[in-house]
């Protein structure tokens, strides 16, 4: 089969021709508009989660294996999928890692909340403890800070788990549920005006979930009573055209890439490409994607906690995303569908950004011992003594 087959990609994921050239003709689409002339020859279908994979879509090909190169798959009709018996995949967990250090990032942005967290004993609750909530947890523990975590699907977990309640009474929330719309604890508009009024009015809740976990509507109403709350999203009800209103009232807005490391998403398309072979019993071919760490020195005179921030701001500013993407929206001046295109644009345009594990710190010897273990604890690589 190996050379033969029809591959429709997303054009937006990166390294397909690398990855899955060998197999067949890698033809780009864009993935938002997706229909089912394109993908009426294909063999295999490959997405990111703006292109809806459904009996609409599929109906009249001949697809056998539908790869996304996501985590969440909210997007694929598995339903659909398993009962045609069409082999698909995701690629669990592969960008967790970027989310968590989006949500390092976030706290960065907020005058004393490392302090808050790692000296006065404030606490962060998580929504959702699957690879990103559990990854996150683990470096906060590492950390020394407190956890609470709420995950009514889990039932085996070496961790105690907490009420909803609990979670959102933490001083920092962070939202990692994937979009379901049944099942016992569906997710879509979990969060509302009853769970947003159980915040404490200092706490920042961050959403880098998906968007409709949180009823943006209500957020705004929320927000409109209580202005001085802080609130994180990356994700949004109804990308690209996002409710605008709900822009100025949010403390820090990005588009959709807290996943969007270069590491994630290359560990995207080499998962789906590992799935695809496998689905179609065709050897996989060995791919080197070895990239060497990145030196980085931190200035040796700062505290422990500004030395922390110094290094994550230095690898990943997520006020730079907020800039870039509040500058967007005003330059689409209230126009909805070019909102939409800005969004994406930003979305397709995303600088470099490399996880915090792809950053050595080359005098870590060198700095207070509070800093080194604080760096190890939150994913930097530190120089041997
Ligand atoms: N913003 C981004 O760029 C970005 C990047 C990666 C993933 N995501 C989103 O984050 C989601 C989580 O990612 P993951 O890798 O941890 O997924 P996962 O499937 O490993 O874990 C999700 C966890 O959420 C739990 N859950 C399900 N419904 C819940 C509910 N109603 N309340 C609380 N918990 C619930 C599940 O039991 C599971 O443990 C993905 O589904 C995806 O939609 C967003
Ligand atoms: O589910 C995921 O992995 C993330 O939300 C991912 O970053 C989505 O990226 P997209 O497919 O929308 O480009």
């Excluded at 599929?58 to 997007?75: E, M, R």
């Excluded at 915040?199 to 949180?214: D, H, T, W, Y």
Aim: glycine share 6%; hydrophobic share 45%; with cysteine.
């Amino acid at each position: 089969m190996a050379n033969t087959l029809h591959i429709v990609a997303d054009e937006n994921i990166p390294y397909a021709d690398e990855y899955f050239s060998h197999l067949g003709t890698v033809k780009k689409v864009h993935g938002r508009s997706l229909c089912a002339e394109q993908v009426a020859q294909a063999d295999v279908l490959l997405v990111r989660s703006v292109s809806q994979v459904n009996e609409a879509l599929l109906n009249n090909s001949a697809v056998k294996f539908v790869g996304t190169a996501t985590i969440g798959v909210d997007h694929l009709d598995t339903a659909y999928l398993d009962r045609k018996q069409i082999s698909w995949a995701n690629a669990p967990a592969c960008n967790a890692h970027s989310v968590v250090d989006y949500v390092f990032s976030c706290i960065s942005q907020f005058a004393g909340l490392w302090q808050q967290l790692l000296m006065d004993g404030h606490s962060v609750g998580i929504i959702g403890l699957g690879n990103v909530g559990s990854r996150l947890q683990q470096r906060l523990l590492a950390l020394g800070i407190k956890t609470k975590a709420y995950d009514p699907l889990l039932s085996d977990t070496s961790l105690p788990l907490d009420q909803l309640e609990q979670v959102l009474a933490c001083d920092v929330v962070c939202m990692h549920a994937p979009l379901t719309n049944s099942g016992p604890y569906p997710s879509y508009h979990m969060i509302g005006m009853t769970q947003l009024q159980q915040l404490k009015p200092q706490a920042v809740l961050i959403n880098a979930g998906r968007g409709a976990v949180v009823d943006n509507q209500q957020l705004l109403s929320f927000l409109q009573q209580r202005p001085q709350q802080r609130v994180v999203l990356d994700v949004w009800e109804n990308e690209p055209q996002i409710d605008l209103p709900l822009l100025p009232a949010i403390a820090m807005a990005s588009p959709h890439i807290a996943g969007y490391s270069l590491d994630g998403k290359i560990l995207g398309t080499a998962m789906i490409y590992q799935s695809c072979c496998k689905a179609l019993a065709i050897a996989p071919k060995p791919l080197a994607n070895e990239q060497p760490l990145i030196p980085f020195e931190i200035p040796a005179h700062l505290t422990a906690i500004a030395g922390l921030s110094y290094a994550i701001k230095q690898v990943y500013d997520v006020s730079e995303d907020d800039r870039r993407f509040r500058a967007a929206m005003t330059a689409a001046a209230g126009d909805a569908a070019l909102a939409g295109q800005y969004f994406d644009e930003l979305r397709k345009n995303y600088p470099e950004r490399r996880e915090f594990s792809c950053y050595q710190i080359t005098n870590s010897p060198q700095l207070n011992q509070q800093l080194q273990n604080w760096l190890g604890a939150s994913g930097f690589v530190l120089a041997a003594n």
